[in-house]
């Protein structure tokens, strides 16, 4: 279990959390500072406080607040629009996961309705990671694999999302599946042209799974 959180937090397969939210805050059109009913210039404050404690990883400020603003947990009480409610969902989901309130997090993920199937599948990837870290490896499966579907025109977050099956497959001693997954994942990756980068990552994979078969 252990082993499997390591590895996903190395290399190119740690998720840049706060980029993520940056990104979607970003996409829906400045959510949390235009589109809230009745919005006052401490409440932008507030605002602005909650993003620098969620980029520094004060993930315990940024749902209850300090001295200096009010949390995400009083935010979402406050706001009726439903897109600030979205965006607040997933920070707070975040910031759950991050302390170790997986179910919490998970919930408030689910709570998070994007358009576009790249953002989506970000979402599911966070739910899944969030059952791996719960060891409710069938739970995590079926989120990647859901995501692994809505991610097939971006060949490095698929090459992602199947690492991290493959992962889980590894831990429960399912290198069969694992290995028809990779050779899956290889035959449709040169179908499309994916990078050669990613071929061989995954071709090695595959060596080091047919050594323990």
Do not use: P, W
């Amino acid at each position: 279990m252990n082993k499997i959180i390591e590895r996903f937090s190395q290399g190119t397969f740690k998720i840049n959390l706060t980029y993520f939210c940056i990104f979607l805050m970003c996409a829906d059109g400045y959510l949390l500072f235009n589109r809230i009913s009745g919005i006052r210039n401490e409440y932008i404050n507030g605002l602005y406080y909650i993003q620098d404690d969620f980029s520094n990883n004060k993930y315990e400020e940024t749902l209850i607040g300090s001295n200096d603003h009010r949390g995400l947990f009083e935010l979402i009480n406050e706001t009726n629009d439903k897109s600030s409610i979205n965006t607040l969902n997933l920070y707070t989901g975040i910031c759950l996961s991050k302390l170790g309130h997986y179910i919490e997090g998970i919930n408030h993920l689910k709570c998070v309705n994007v358009s576009g199937d790249f953002l989506k599948a970000k979402i599911n990837v966070l739910i899944g990671d969030c059952y791996t870290d719960l060891s409710e490896y069938d739970k995590a499966i079926e989120s990647f694999l859901i995501s692994l579907k809505l991610a097939e025109k971006s060949d490095e977050m698929a090459s992602n999302i199947v690492y991290k099956i493959v992962l889980i497959y590894e831990e429960k001693g399912m290198y069969d599946k694992a290995l028809k997954l990779l050779k899956k994942t290889i035959r449709k990756s040169k179908s499309k042209g994916y990078s050669n980068s990613l071929l061989i990552d995954e071709k090695k994979k595959i060596q080091i799974l047919m050594k323990k078969i």
